[in-house]
T-cell receptor, first 114, second 115 residues
Framework: AQSVAQPEDQVNVAEGNPLTVKCTYS??????LFWYVQYPNRGLQFLLK??????LVKGSYGFEAEFNKSQTSFHLKKPSALVSDSALYFC????????????FGSGTRLQVQP | GAGVSQSPSNKVTEKGKDVELRCDPI?????LYWYRQSLGQGLEFLIY????????KSGLPSDRFSAERTGGSVSTLTIQRTQQEDSAVYLC?????????????FGPGTRLLVL
C-alpha cells in the first residue's frame, strides 16, 4: 500500500525567507514523487517530480525538492518565498508495482506574509 | 497548447438527481484519471482509463458512480441518485502515457453541491 504524510496543515513564512513544506512517503516498490500546487478555485498545477537520479529536483517558480531515501522524505523548498507562493501544496506518490493512480497527502497550506 | 478542460465548472443539484460531469483531456494523452477532492477525505482516486484497456474502477465509492470514455478522448463521470456526501470537487487529469514517471495534468475541476 502507498501512503503520503504531510505533517503540517499550515506553514507560515515571511516574504524573502526560505520555506520548507514537508512530505514523507511509504511505498512497496521504487517511488515516483510529485509536488502539486493549488490556488483558490483552481485545479492542481504540477511543480516538480522525482523519478530517479539526482536527489535534488528543480521545478517551476524556483521551487526544488530533495529526495531522501533513508528518511523516505521529499520535502519541498524555496530559497526566498514570495507572497504569491501562498497556496495549498500537495505531495503525491506512486510506485512501480502496478497502480497508476497517485496517492496524495492531505495538503499543506503555505501562507507567506509580506 | 490547451490543457485539460472540465464542464460544468459548478453544479448544484438536489438529492436524488443524476449528474454528469465532463472531462476533455489534453490532445494526444492516452491516460485519463478522475479524482475527488472533499474536505473530509482529501484527494481520492476514483477511476482510471488507458486506451482500450479495461478501466481501473477500484476507487469508485459505490455503484452509483460510473464513468465512460468515448473514442479514447472525452470522459463522462455519472453520479446517480446523488447524496449530500457526494458534494465535492471532481478533478480530471490526463497523462501522455502510463509509464510510472508520467506527469498527470489536472483540469480546473467541477464543484458539485448536492442540496
Amino acid at each position: 500500500a502507498q501512503s503520503v504524510a504531510q505533517p503540517e496543515d499550515q506553514v507560515n513564512v515571511a516574504e524573502g525567507n526560505p520555506l520548507t513544506v514537508k512530505c514523507t512517503y511509504s511505498v512497496s516498490g521504487n517511488p515516483y514523487l510529485f509536488w502539486y500546487v493549488q490556488y483558490p478555485n483552481r485545479g492542481l498545477q504540477f511543480l516538480l517530480k522525482y523519478i530517479t537520479g539526482d536527489n535534488l529536483v528543480k521545478g517551476s517558480y524556483g521551487f526544488e525538492a530533495e529526495f531522501n531515501k533513508s528518511q523516505t522524505s521529499f520535502h519541498l523548498k524555496k530559497p526566498s518565498a514570495l507572497v504569491s507562493d501562498s497556496a495549498l501544496y500537495f505531495c503525491a506518490v506512486r510506485d512501480n508495482t502496478g497502480r497508476r493512480a497517485l496517492t496524495f497527502g492531505s495538503g499543506t497550506r503555505l501562507q507567506v506574509q509580506p | 497548447g490547451a490543457g485539460v478542460s472540465q464542464s460544468p465548472s459548478n453544479k448544484v443539484t438536489e438529492k436524488g438527481k443524476d449528474v454528469e460531469l465532463r472531462c476533455d483531456p489534453i490532445s494526444g494523452h492516452t491516460a485519463l484519471y478522475w479524482y475527488r477532492q472533499s474536505l473530509g477525505q482529501g484527494l481520492e482516486f476514483l477511476i482510471y482509463f488507458q486506451g482500450n484497456s479495461a478501466p481501473d474502477k477500484s476507487g469508485l465509492p459505490s455503484d452509483r458512480f460510473s464513468a465512460e470514455r468515448t473514442g479514447g478522448s472525452v470522459s463522462t463521470l455519472t453520479i446517480q441518485r446523488t447524496q449530500q456526501e457526494d458534494s465535492a470537487v471532481y478533478l480530471c487529469a490526463s497523462s501522455l502515457g502510463t509509464a510510472f514517471q508520467e506527469t498527470q495534468y489536472f483540469g480546473p475541476g467541477t464543484r458539485l453541491l448536492v442540496l
